[in-house]
């Protein structure tokens, strides 16, 4: 293990120690989809606070691939967590119940991690956990990510690593091989694939951002310049909402 990553895992862990005990709290609900960020953030969660004190929920629809599942069984075992598998699908047969609804795979996409963040706060103040978001850097700045959806939590232990960090810190963490070899997919329809939807390789992404970055968001390439625009268009989901309070 490169000695700065273990140090810098001892701050994430201790970072999500106080979360806990700051919260008045003693355990964490994570959603635990199959893949690779869930992996790392549950690995972190497990080796901070006990594997015993974390619940993984894995939200399936009819779309979610068995090898998921069963990659999420797996994960969670090896790390000594509680595992429940929880099928959306009669949630998503409701709303398909509602006058006039028109659903294409970006909107369905977006009442799938919708409806699975209220089910994860739904067990979080059922049993008094901590909701522990898997969101990294890479999609945060991006926007690849569902507003109230994936990207709302009471904690992020990974939202300052890019996507291609996570991957060094899933091998260090010993996350299973299926999972750091799978293709990177939101898992909203069949076949769908970050990097093919995005239009770019996470390699490509990340060193645009850093480049970015280092130079005051000023691009000097196509593909720096394509990030910027993804980056400036997902501006919204970073900011809070627009009000008054404050102004008189």
């Not at 806990?20 to 901070?48: K, N, P």
């Not at 990177?184 to 490509?204: N, V």
């Not at 196509?222 to 102004?247: I, N």
Request: hydrophobic residues 35%.
């Amino acid at each position: 293990m490169d000695g700065n990553r273990g140090c810098a895992m001892g701050r994430i862990e201790q970072m999500i120690r106080y979360a806990v005990w700051s919260s008045g709290l003693d355990r964490i609900v994570i959603g635990i989809s199959g893949g690779i960020d869930s992996a790392v953030t549950a690995a972190f969660c497990c080796r901070a606070i006990g594997g015993e004190r974390v619940l993984g929920l894995t939200l399936p629809t009819a779309v979610t691939s068995l090898e998921d599942i069963e990659d999420s069984r797996h994960l969670c075992s090896g790390l000594g967590m509680e595992h429940r598998v929880i099928s959306i699908d009669p949630i998503l047969d409701a709303y398909r119940e509602l006058p006039g609804l028109t659903l294409s795979p970006y909107l369905l996409g977006n009442l799938m991690a919708r409806t699975r963040m209220a089910i994860l706060y739904y067990h979080a103040n059922m049993d008094r956990r901590l909701v522990c978001g898997t969101s990294n850097r890479t999609e945060y700045l991006l926007g690849y990510c569902t507003k109230y959806g994936d990207n709302a939590a009471d904690i992020q232990p990974i939202l300052h690593l890019y996507k291609t960090e996570v991957y060094d810190y899933a091998r260090d963490l010993g996350i299973p091989e299926t999972i750091i070899r799978k293709p990177p997919s939101a898992g909203f329809w069949t076949g769908q694939r970050d990097e093919h939807e995005i239009g770019l390789s996470y390699t490509e992404i990340d060193a645009a951002l850093r480049s970015l970055l280092q130079n005051g968001w000023k691009s000097s390439n196509p593909v720096e310049e394509r990030v910027l625009s993804l980056v400036k268009a997902s501006e919204h989901k970073r900011l809070p909402a627009p009000t008054l309070l404050g102004t008189d």
